[in-house]
């Protein structure tokens, strides 16, 4: 297993433009977390999906953000319309069930001009 | 949440052993002691992670204080790979949302040849 794969590692879009992000989890792994971080800070919770169920938005979250992840695989995060302040690295990460560490991907580095 | 404080910054030399302090005086009893390091350009990873009692692994050792409401995370002879942010993170161990990881600012440890 090559562990959690983001794609595509690095995004340059126009403000008011709409990104997708890929996420590949590890697969045996049902659940799958995102997160947001910007320079200097720790990483900030943004959502979890069990298998294809979404469990928990953050407030950070707002409605210009969506995640999916339809078939409990591979999840997407879209920005809709994308601002200066969506400037930032977004990671995934997986676990399995229960209590273990989460396995972080490499990030997606979106810088909005 | 439950919160941890760590220094921001610290400095080792190769090949030392390296303490690396947390103060989590409002830790719950439901809470399990994480480590993560963020070496730069990567995503998080998982170092180790304890609740009452000292634990060890490849990595690291974790320290545990006998009140709870302080931990210490040793690496045992630092090398130039492992300079990196290291976060404590409080996880509630009944899982479900309220187990998802919540970064703070984490140490940066910086380690000289």
């Known amino acids: 297993d090559t562990g959690v794969s983001q794609d595509p590692r690095h995004k340059i879009t126009k403000r008011g433009q709409n990104v997708t992000f890929r996420c590949d989890p590890i697969s045996e792994h049902n659940r799958l977390y995102w997160y947001r971080q910007t320079l200097g800070q720790g990483p900030e919770f943004l959502t979890y999906?069990?298998?294809?169920?979404?469990?928990?938005k953050s407030r950070l979250l707002s409605d210009r953000f969506s995640a999916e992840r339809p078939k409990g695989s591979f999840s997407t995060l879209e920005i809709q319309r994308t601002e200066q302040g969506d400037s930032a690295m977004y990671l995934c990460?997986?676990?399995?069930?229960?209590?273990?560490?989460?396995?972080f991907g490499s990030g997606t580095r979106l810088t909005v001009v | 949440d439950a919160k941890t404080t760590q220094p921001n910054s610290m400095e080792s030399n190769e090949e030392e052993p390296v303490h690396l302090p947390c103060n989590h005086s409002t830790i719950s009893g439901t809470d399990y002691i994480h480590w993560y390091r963020q070496l730069p350009s990567q995503g998080p990873e998982y170092v180790i992670h304890g609740l009452t009692s000292n634990v060890n692994n490849r990595m690291a050792s974790l320290a545990i204080a006998e009140d709870r409401k302080s931990s210490t995370l040793i690496l045992h002879r630092a090398t130039l790979r492992d300079a990196a942010v290291y976060y404590c993170?409080?996880?509630?161990?009944?899982?479900?949302?309220?187990?998802?990881?919540?970064f703070g600012k984490g140490t940066k440890l910086s380690v000289k040849p």
């Open positions: 999906f069990q298998n294809e169920a979404q469990l928990e």
């Open positions: 993170i409080l996880r509630d161990g009944r899982g479900g949302s309220q187990g998802n990881l919540i």
């Open positions: 990460a997986s676990s399995p069930s229960g209590y273990y560490g989460y396995t």
